[in-house]
């Protein structure tokens, strides 16, 4: 399928879009506040301090950091509503009424996003929760640890929401702004399943990882039935305004469907194309069509250590 790329701030790249050009939005964006700057960027790098944390060592492999969101201020969680109100509002000319917009959050900024998304004009129509072993949160009270052995200050994390926004339709129902946009609602697994909003998911494999040194890239298992979901009747343009390791764009391909992606950064631009090939090529046999764990081994088995191999369910 098509694809083109941009390297670009999509905030004013999205001005120059003529109105109704894309068909759905599915991202990952930062928050709008802090983790992307060139000064966490930096902490990132080395290793140490500011927002991002660096997960525990489990079973002797390496984790890639995380961002750690309980450490803003009231006021940069008030950016957070603010940056998506702007995003949304950026967005809604370029997007065909009742395209569906999908955002990666996390459950202590989704009310954020959501009030912010609401504000520019999109419908809040709940969130997929992708499930998987995550490490955030479950920890006893700092440094009162063995004074409190059976405390957890937030619950440990297992899910990651990825919070679903329609633009309105502009026809008088649904069949008719299928009709007219080919969008307004989402593409069922089959005749029999509706798309469902919990998911079974893994950590993103090593083998994915591999292709590029992108801090939060999303797994293909994942983003393949997100996007899938997207295009209900298998037409259309979906939009990834942050496009990051380029993995939104490769499931795109790898199921078909076109794309646009936009990523500020000049390093990860410049990792896009090699990327976006290697994903895209990756799993031949998973096209998003089902729920269940991937199971390709000419791809999984030969690539990937024991750790994604389980990640994928496959032991
Ligand atoms: C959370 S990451 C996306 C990771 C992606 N989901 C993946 O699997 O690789 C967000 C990306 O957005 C980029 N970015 C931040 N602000 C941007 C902007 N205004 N326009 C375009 N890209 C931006 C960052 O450089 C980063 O690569």
Same mark, same amino acid.
């Given at each position: 399928m098509a694809f083109t790329i941009h390297n670009r701030d999509c905030f004013n790249w999205l001005k120059e879009q003529a109105p109704n050009s894309f068909h759905a939005v599915l991202t990952d964006p930062p928050f709008g506040v802090v983790e992307f700057t060139p000064e966490e960027v930096a902490k990132l790098r080395a290793g140490r301090g500011g927002v991002w944390r660096i997960p525990p060592r489990i079973g002797g492999s390496e984790r890639a950091p995380l961002p750690r969101?309980?450490?803003? /201020?009231?006021?940069?969680?008030?950016?957070? !509503?603010?940056?998506? @109100? =702007?995003?949304?509002?950026?967005?809604?000319?370029?997007?065909?009424?009742?395209?569906?917009?999908?955002i990666a959050g996390t459950p202590m900024l989704q009310f954020l996003v959501q009030d912010g998304m609401a504000a520019a004009?999109?419908?809040v129509r709940g969130a997929v929760m992708r499930l998987y072993r995550g490490f955030r949160g479950g920890d006893r009270p700092k440094l009162a640890e063995e004074e409190f052995?059976?405390?957890?200050?937030?619950?440990?994390?297992?899910?990651?929401?990825?919070?679903?926004f329609r633009k309105p339709i502009s026809e008088r129902t649904v069949a008719e702004n299928l009709r007219k946009w080919g969008v307004g609602a989402l593409r069922r697994i089959n005749a029999d399943s509706p798309f469902p909003d919990v998911i079974q998911s893994g950590k993103t494999p090593a083998s994915e990882e591999a292709v590029g040194?992108?801090? /939060?890239?999303?797994?293909?298992?994942?983003? !393949?039935?997100?996007? @899938? =979901?997207?295009?209900?009747?298998?037409?259309?343009v979906i939009l990834e305004p942050f496009a990051?390791?380029?993995?939104?764009?490769?499931?795109?391909?790898?199921?078909?469907?076109?794309?646009?992606?936009?990523?500020?950064?000049?390093?990860?631009?410049?990792?896009?194309?090699?990327?976006?090939?290697?994903?895209?090529?990756?799993y031949p046999n998973f096209k998003g069509e089902s729920l269940e764990p991937i199971t390709d081994g000419s791809t999984t088995k030969a690539r990937v250590g024991k750790r994604a191999v389980s990640q994928l369910g496959l032991i």
């Amino acid at each position: 399928m098509a694809f083109t790329i941009h390297n670009r701030d999509c905030f004013n790249w999205l001005k120059e879009q003529a109105p109704n050009s894309f068909h759905a939005v599915l991202t990952d964006p930062p928050f709008g506040v802090v983790e992307f700057t060139p000064e966490e960027v930096a902490k990132l790098r080395a290793g140490r301090g500011g927002v991002w944390r660096i997960p525990p060592r489990i079973g002797g492999s390496e984790r890639a950091p995380l961002p750690r969101f309980t450490t803003l /201020t009231t006021e940069q969680r008030e950016h957070v !509503r603010t940056y998506f @109100r =702007s995003f949304g509002s950026a967005l809604e000319p370029a997007l065909v009424p009742g395209a569906h917009v999908m955002i990666a959050g996390t459950p202590m900024l989704q009310f954020l996003v959501q009030d912010g998304m609401a504000a520019a004009g999109f419908e809040v129509r709940g969130a997929v929760m992708r499930l998987y072993r995550g490490f955030r949160g479950g920890d006893r009270p700092k440094l009162a640890e063995e004074e409190f052995p059976e405390v957890c200050v937030t619950p440990r994390g297992n899910y990651e929401p990825w919070m679903i926004f329609r633009k309105p339709i502009s026809e008088r129902t649904v069949a008719e702004n299928l009709r007219k946009w080919g969008v307004g609602a989402l593409r069922r697994i089959n005749a029999d399943s509706p798309f469902p909003d919990v998911i079974q998911s893994g950590k993103t494999p090593a083998s994915e990882e591999a292709v590029g040194d992108h801090p /939060t890239q999303k797994p293909q298992h994942i983003l !393949r039935i997100l996007a @899938r =979901s997207l295009l209900p009747l298998g037409k259309g343009v979906i939009l990834e305004p942050f496009a990051g390791s380029g993995s939104t764009v490769a499931a795109c391909e790898a199921i078909g469907y076109d794309s646009v992606g936009v990523e500020l950064d000049a390093h990860h631009y410049g990792n896009l194309r090699k990327n976006i090939d290697l994903l895209k090529s990756m799993y031949p046999n998973f096209k998003g069509e089902s729920l269940e764990p991937i199971t390709d081994g000419s791809t999984t088995k030969a690539r990937v250590g024991k750790r994604a191999v389980s990640q994928l369910g496959l032991i």
